[in-house]
Each structure stands twice: as C-alpha cells, then as structure tokens.
C-alpha cells in the first residue's frame, strides 16, 4: 500500500501554535491600543452629548414633579367655596385648607386668591427665618394671611393675620400701606383669558427671595383667580448633582439669556436699585466664562460643539428644555475636554503594560495547547468507543481544538452523537408527555436538533377553510407566514428540494402523512445551505423522521376532536338550560365565568390564607366543567315553577280565573238590584246597595291580586281576609268535569262521591281536594335518608304531595311565590345533576366534576341540600361555587319574582348569610377585598346596581357571629 508522502520539514504543533500566538497577540495589542484611542475618544464625546440630554430629560423631569402638586392645588382649589366668599371671615374659615396644601406641597411658597372686585388673600408658611424677620412675625406664628379687602368707604384695607400650627389667630395686624390690587398683575389678568393653568415667567419672590414661578387658574364661576408660587430651588440641586466632571458647568436659560437655574441659586440673585428688589442675573453677570462662551457659539439645532474658554477646550451643548409649560428655556451643559479624556491616557498605558505580560505568557501556553490536542484526540477516540457500546450521549464538557482536523473529528462525533439523542429524546416525549401541545411542540425541537436545522415550523390542514395554520415553531423562522392557502402549500411542496432565503439559509418542505395516508399537514425546515443539508441522504433522512412528528399530530387531532366534542355538549346543554327560561337566560354563562375568574385570582396570591391554593391544569379542566354543568338538571325542572312569577301561576296565571268570578260577583250584584226594583223597591236604595257590593268587591280583588304578587311578607292578617273573601260564594252552572284529561279528571272524581247538582254553589276562593297532587311510585324522588333507593346520600325533606294548587294554599304564602311543593321542585334539580353527571363515565383527572357541580347548595353549617355536607366536607373549589352562585342570583337582573339588587346590597345580605352559616365567611371576606365581583359587575350588570362598597366594613359584618 502506497504511504502519503511527507513535508521535507515539519514543525512541531506546540511551536506553530507558540509562534502563531505571540506574533496575533502583538499585532492584536498595536491595533486595539490605536483604536481604543480614537474610538474611545470619539465615544466619550458621545456620550457627553448623550449625558446632556439626558440631564435635560431628568431635570425637565423634576421641574413637572415639582410643578405637578401646585397644579393639582389650583384645580381643587379652583373649586374651594373661598373663591366664592365675599366676606373676610368666610374667606379666613377656608385657611385649614389652604394651610393643608401648603403642607402637603412644601415647594410651594404662597397660595393667594385674587377677587374680581380687586380683594387679595394670600397665605404663605413662615419657615423660614428670612421671611419670619422681614415681616415681623410672633415667635409662636406657622403662618401669614396676607388681605386686602374693599370697605364700605370705598377703601382698601390691607391686614396681617398670624396663625399657630392649629391655625389658631397668634396677631392681627393692620397694614395701611398694603393696597396690593390683583386685577393688575400677569398671573391675575393671564388667568383671567383661558381656563386652565397658567405659568409665569421664573421671577424673584419678593418675600422669600427664592427664584420661582406663579401658576395661576380661573375659579369655576369666573369670578376669582386662584394662584401659587413655586420654588425652582430643587432644579439647582438636579443640576448641581448632574455634572459629568467636577468642573462641568451646567446651567438653565430663558431666551434671553436670564439664569434661573445653576447649582449655586443664590448666585443668581441680583439686587437692583431699590433695597429690597432682586432680579436674577444673567449669564453675561453670573461670571461663569464656559456657559457666557457657549451661550454664543451654540448651534441652534442641538449639536456639540468645541470652544476655548478661559484657555481651556471644553465641549458644550445647548439644548431646548420643555420641563416648564409655556416658557422657553434652553439648557447649557459645558465640560471640559482634559477631564473628560484624562482617564484614556492611563488606559493606554494599562493596555500596552498588558499585552506585554500577555505575550510572555502566551509562550509557554503554547506548549500547553499543543499537549491539549494530544489530549483532544483521546477523547475522541474515547467517545467512538461510548457509542459503540450504545451510550450516544454527547460529553459534558469539550476544549475547543486550534487544528482544524481534530476540530472536525470533534464536531462530527457531537453531531452524531446529538442526533442520536434527540431521536431517543422524541420517542420519550411522544410517551410520556400527556399535554398535546406540550408534545407537539417538544418533538419538533427534538426535530430540528436532530437534523441540526436552524429552525422549522408546522403547518397543520384546515379543510374546511382550506388553508394551513402553523401550530408550532422553533428556533429561526425567516419570515415564515402565520398561515398559508392550500395553493400556498401545495406550491410550497411541490419545491421541497429546496427554496433560497439568501446566502445563508433555505427552507425544505415534507409533507406529514397519518397511518391512513391522508395529508396532515407540512413541515418547513430553514437550515444551512452546507454540504451536510444539501446532500439527498439529508433529504431522505429527514422524510423518514416526519412519521414521528405525523404520529403526534394524528394524536393531537384525536384528542382534541373528542374534547371539542365533549365541550360542545357542556356548552350546548348550559345553552339550552338558559334558553327554557327567559328568567334565568345567561345563569349557566355568568356564574362559570364569575368563578374561573374568582379562582385564577386566588391562584396568583403568595400570601394570606390562599397562597397556598393552586389548580394543576386537570384540576383547572374539571372546575371549569363543573362550572358549566352545575346547574344541568334544570332540563327536568318545569318552566312555569322555574319562572313561577305570582302564588296562582301554573302553566298560566290563574288570578284571571279569579277575576272572572268577582266578574261573576259583579253581574249578581246588577241583577240583585235589577230585581230588587222590579220588586216596587226603592231605586236609590237598591243601587246604592249594588254600588256599596260592588265596592266591596273592587277592593276584595285588588287586595287578592296584590298578594298574589308576592312581594311583601303576608301577614297572619292577611292571610285571614284572604279567608274571610274566599268564604264568598258563587254558583257554577257548567259542568267542572268536562275538558280535564285522564289525570285531573282522576282527581276530581276521587276527590267526591259524585258530582254536584248544577248550578252549585261554590266558594270564592278555595282549596279543593283535587287541588293536591299525590306522589306515585314511579315519580316519588329517593332523595330521604331512609330511602334505600337512595345511593348517592341524599339527605333531603319530600313535601308530602307532588303539587298543591289549592288557591288559598298559594296565596297565603308569606314570603315569595313558591310553595313547598314548587320549592323542593326546584331544588330538585341539585338532585338531577348529580344523578346525571354520576352517570357519566369521566376519566379519572375528571372524576370531582360530579361533586364539585351538585356541592354549590351545600351550606357550611351543613343545613344545606342535596346531602346536607358539613363546611369540612367542602374543598375551595364547592366553596367558590356556593358563593359566586349566589352572588349571581342576587345581582341578576332577569328574574321574574325580585328586581336585581345593588353590589352593596348584594355583599351585604352575603356577609349576613356568612353569619348564618350558609357562606365560607373567610372565602367571602378574599372574595369581597378582592373586587373580583367590579370585574364582573363592569361585564354582566345595569350601571345603575354599580355602587360604593365598604369592603372593610363588610368583612367585619361577616365575622360579627363569629366572634360571638
């Protein structure tokens, strides 16, 4: 065998890498010192631009925080009865609030108020010594009231009031001399033109002697300006702390040139020619030569610029600042270059001392590098051996080689290795990961790590809409689209060798096919465009992985189809419930929203008593189906006692067949008088005994069909009138037994002998024998605790009749419409819905649905229905149930037999039920502080039942009975 032939002279791998290491580490050390020169200069200049910005955001920023509260003060102000007192004393009974917002506001300086007939009212603080001395103020004195009032004599009458800190009068001091006329000043006469804030221009205070600004706002009714003064003392500190370099200047300008903020602000005060005047300096006074120099030589539009000043370079920028509404200020900030570059020349330094102790270290490390690809070559060979023996697991940690050859080695044992691991890595996914979306997902990753691909996609088929949707991603995406056409993809396929994304990458296309052959979908792949992705053996490797990803697909189409199924008839059966009754429409909606809403609240608490409350994903399912079903044995639940709006309704109203027998009442009442003055009686007086009847009457149905409305609570009184007028009689002359089908007509004729002889006389109102509806052993509920038919431990009281309709059984009930009989119909369908969902077969992460849905009636004393359950039975999830089931009944507003009630109303009449042991008084208490039920009430209910709720104070009232 022929041998390859040799170099003449080879060198050894540790002195190449030697060689080659220190030559790059001087020619790398020349080129970074040079360039970090220029370029750090040229960044640092930068960033002394971008320093001055960014100090004219901050401070611009402080000045609004410092404006903001006195512009807060003037709009609440602004409304205050004292911009409308006419009088001194009403004005003075207003001075706790105006001391209040000066206490609040300690940047704000006075507050004075300015009346169209020219009074003035100021109040300023005395804390500071300067202003105590210059206006002569008692030691005990917090605050100055500052008036000028018009007399009766057409006068001016200015007064000093001196308070203590309880606003209690310390002096009263006249002051002649002080005539001070508001209606003449800018902040009086600016306000009076707009009705928002107006800012002044920044002055001197005369008293305070600090530089400020006046905002000044008209009153409501237009008849007074209130006003305040701000100090920009705190803008001087900003820019006193912001300078880059301890001889950075930095300064705040009006256009012309007037300096109203520099870190030395009493620098800025200029008396003028009168004793006590000041005015502040300009920049040409203030004697700062780098701001006077940049004030000139600024560019208008913002830029940097390079001066001399003082002998000295030094960068400067002048730069528009908006911190200030309505005046235009300009900021300066000037550095000087030596401070700002000093720092470069001893990095310099550094730099070249480094790479010196770099290059004589980088010697003998050469050696060691090339003792390391000896050493990266038994790893190898070691790794070879791993994955011979089946172990394809990658090593934890690998150097780097420097020589391509071994390099190579190593990256193509690693990729093999990783390919390998990622196909056991989808066979585990595809076993273990019972989330459909989590799998599909997870696979794909393991994909695209196994064809070692930049990225891919999955686009799933939508026939019915023809297109494809991607379901998952990973990695790049190269602007893949959301969603294609069926065209897109067939076009998309039809290229799948390869389509171009630019020098570096291109997409592949595979079709995913199911075990019945059908198209599922594509799989776009965006790989490198290298020799390993562009060979067919790629090509056909990657084909024959997609059955894996197709598996998962077809599983995620199974399984979703059979949820959507089942949630279809969740939902459809919640729609029908609400649909049978136009009183209850929405119910079966409102309440699982209400709770999911409830619990994925109390899911993201970490403190107090819920922190530890938590819905894994199942759990999360089975509430949320229970939720919707809780109320699904209202589909056996008669309508007319469902929606039974009065005591007489049936399927119908019956106070109509009432009526007609005082109709009845009424027409005898005719003919007795008719027949009364046949008889020779006295006209007047058999129609004033009719009148007298048929008043009686009028007043007998009008009370019958009042209580059958109930709305109020009857009366053991009433229930005896309601006696009294059924004892009135009426004759029937048509057969009662004619019309009746078989079941009625079995009752009636069980219920007497024989029939009547016609006409008969019969009562007004009455509770007949065929009235009651017996039980039959076919219909009777196993809902006792004896029952031994009873297997899912109802613990319920049976009325002893099916249905009552007696009349005056119905209309004398005391409270509501319902009977016993109606109330245990409706409650009836608690039992249903156990009965029902009992029977489904429900996997076992949905096995609770059952309980959870049929638990929302149980109370927490255990006096509740169907089973009577005690608190400690009830987990959080029955327990929300409960509360958000009542809540929505009581805040409902389409029930037939109460009008809806208020959000306070509605909490209040639960914290009582709380107290009663009908409510978890603890869930109620979160449920309440929470204001989960303003989210709801925003949704579902009338703006006219969103009230104000103390929520304090209705948490207290929950626990009142528990404290006893």
């Known amino acids: 065998m022929p041998q390859a032939p040799r170099a003449a002279r080879a060198w050894p791998v540790r002195f190449v890498i030697a060689g080659i290491a220190v030559a790059a580490m001087a020619l790398v050390a020349v080129a970074l010192i040079t360039l970090n020169w220029y370029g ?18 901050i401070v611009a920023e402080r000045a609004r925080r410092i404006i903001e509260p006195g512009s807060t003060s003037l709009r ?16 003075l009974a207003r001075r706790s609030v105006l001391a209040a917002e000066l206490t609040e506001n300690p940047l704000v300086s006075a507050i004075h108020v300015g009346y169209e007939n020219g009074d003035f009212l100021l109040m300023r603080p005395l804390d500071r010594r300067d202003v105590r001395e210059h206006f002569q103020a008692p ?21 000093f009031l001196f308070y203590d800190a309880r606003n209690d009068l310390v002096m009263r001091r006249p002051e002649p001399d002080y005539r001070f006329d508001p209606r003449t000043r800018p902040w009086y006469i600016g306000a009076m033109d707009t009705v928002s804030t107006v800012t002044s221009r920044p002055y001197v205070f005369f008293s305070t002697r600090q530089v400020g600004i006046t905002l000044s706002r008209l009153s409501h009714s237009g008849r007074a300006v209130v006003a305040v003064d701000v100090a920009l003392e705190d803008l001087g500190e900003a820019l006193g702390g912001l300078r880059m370099t301890p001889s950075a200047e930095l300064a705040l ?17 200029a008396r003028r020619n009168a004793w006590d005047d000041f005015d502040v300096r300009t920049l040409e006074t203030l004697g700062v030569g780098a701001l006077t120099r940049l004030w000139r030589v600024a560019a208008a539009d913002g830029r940097v610029v390079s001066y001399e000043s003082e002998g000295r370079e030094w960068i400067g920028v002048a730069l528009p600042f908006d911190g200030i509404d309505g005046v235009d200020l300009r900021l300066l900030s000037a550095t000087p270059v030596d401070e700002l570059l000093g720092v470069l020349a001893l990095n310099r330094t550094r730099m070249i001392l480094i790479s010196v102790a770099l290059i004589l270290l980088f010697l003998p490390l050469g050696w060691l590098v090339g003792s390391a690809v000896g050493r990266a070559l038994e790893g190898i060979a070691a790794q070879a051996l791993r994955m011979s023996r089946f172990d394809f697991r990658r090593r934890k940690e690998r150097s780097a080689s420097a020589l391509r050859e071994v390099e190579a080695l190593n990256d193509v044992m690693d990729k093999v290795a990783g390919s390998m691991e990622s196909l056991l890595e989808i066979s585990r996914v595809l076993g273990t990961e019972p989330r459909i979306e989590t799998m599909l997902a997870q696979v794909l990753e393991k994909f695209v790590q196994a064809t070692r691909c930049k990225g891919g996609a999955v686009y799933l088929s939508d026939r019915e809409r023809g297109r494809l949707a991607r379901v998952a991603a990973f990695g790049e995406q190269d602007a893949l689209p959301d969603s294609m056409d069926a065209h897109e993809g067939d076009a998309a396929l039809a290229g799948g060798g390869g389509q171009d994304q630019g020098r570096n990458h291109r997409r592949v296309v595979f079709a995913l096919r199911g075990r019945d ?7 776009v792949l965006v790989l490198d465009q290298d020799l390993d992705h562009a060979a067919p053996a790629f090509l056909a490797f990657a084909d024959r992985l997609t059955g894996m990803l197709a598996v998962a697909i077809e599983t995620r189409k199974l399984i979703e189809a059979q949820r959507n199924l089942f949630e279809s008839v969740t939902h459809i059966l919640a729609d029908a419930i609400d649909a049978k009754s136009p009183y209850t429409g929405g119910h079966c909606e409102r309440v699982p929203k209400l709770a999911i809403l409830l619990a994925d609240r109390m899911q993201a608490e970490t403190l107090g008593p819920y922190a530890d409350f938590h819905l894994n994903e199942d759990e999360r399912e089975a509430f949320r189906l229970a939720a919707w079903l809780h109320d699904c044995g209202k589909v056996t639940s008669a309508e007319h006692i469902m929606d039974k709006a009065t005591k007489l309704e049936v399927v119908y109203n019956r106070i109509h067949e009432i009526r007609m027998r005082f109709e009845a009442l009424w027409r005898d009442a005719e003919i007795d008088c008719l027949r009364a003055r046949l008889r020779g009686e006295d006209a007047r007086t058999a129609e004033d005994r009719r009148d007298a009847r048929q008043a009686r009457l009028r007043e007998d149905f009008r009370f019958v069909a009042e209580c059958n409305i109930g709305g109020e609570f009857l009366s053991d009184g009433a229930i005896e009138r309601l006696r009294a007028i059924g004892a009135q009689t009426w004759r029937r002359h048509f057969d009662d037994a004619l019309g009746l089908d078989a079941q009625e007509s079995a009752r009636l004729a069980g219920s007497r002998p024989a029939p009547p002889v016609l006409p008969a006389t019969e009562q007004l109102l009455a509770d007949r024998p065929h009235h009651v509806v017996p039980w039959d052993d076919a219909r009777r509920p196993a809902v006792e605790r004896g029952d031994p038919r009873n297997t899912w431990g109802f613990d319920m009281t049976l009325p002893g009749h099916r249905r009552n309709l007696g009349e005056l059984h119905n209309l004398a009930i005391q409270r509501g419409t319902l009977t016993d009989e109606d109330r245990f119909a409706i409650n009836d369908h608690i039992v249903q819905t156990l009965i029902m969902l009992k029977s489904l077969p429900w996997p076992a992460h949905l096995e609770r649905v059952p309980d959870i849905a049929a638990n929302h009636h149980e109370r927490m004393d255990g006096q509740g229905y169907p089973r009577r359950l005690s608190g400690e039975q009830l987990g959080t999830t029955e327990r929300i149930m409960a509360l958000v089931d009542v809540f929505e009944a009581l805040t409902a507003a389409d029930r037939p037999y109460k009008p809806p009630k208020t959000l306070s109303e509605s909490l209040g009449i639960m914290a009582t039920m709380c107290r009663g042991g009908h409510l978890d008084p603890e869930l109620y208490r979160y449920f309440v502080r929470s204001r989960v039920w303003l989210d709801y009430a925003r949704t579902f209910m009338r703006p006219e039942q969103i009230d104000d709720v103390d929520a304090e104070a209705l948490a207290r009232a929950s626990r009142q009975e528990e404290s006893a």
Do not use: C, W
């Not at 200049?45 to 955001?57: I, N, P």
């Not at 005990?140 to 006068?155: F, H, I, P, R």
């Open 76 to 91: 609440m102000l602004a409304f205050d009865p004292i911009v409308d007192a006419k009088r001194l004393d009403d004005r």
């Open 517 to 523: 052959s059908q198209s599922q979908g594509l799989l």
């Open 139 to 159: 030691p005990q004195a917090n605050y100055l009231v500052q008036s000028v009032t018009l007399g009766e004599d057409g006068e001016r009458h200015g007064l």
């Open 253 to 269: 300008v009006d256009e012309g040139g007037a300096v109203i903020g520099y870190r030395d602000m009493e620098a800025l005060l």
């Open 40 to 57: 750090s200069r040229a960044i640092l200049l930068d960033m002394a631009a971008m320093a001055a910005r960014d100090t004219g955001q």
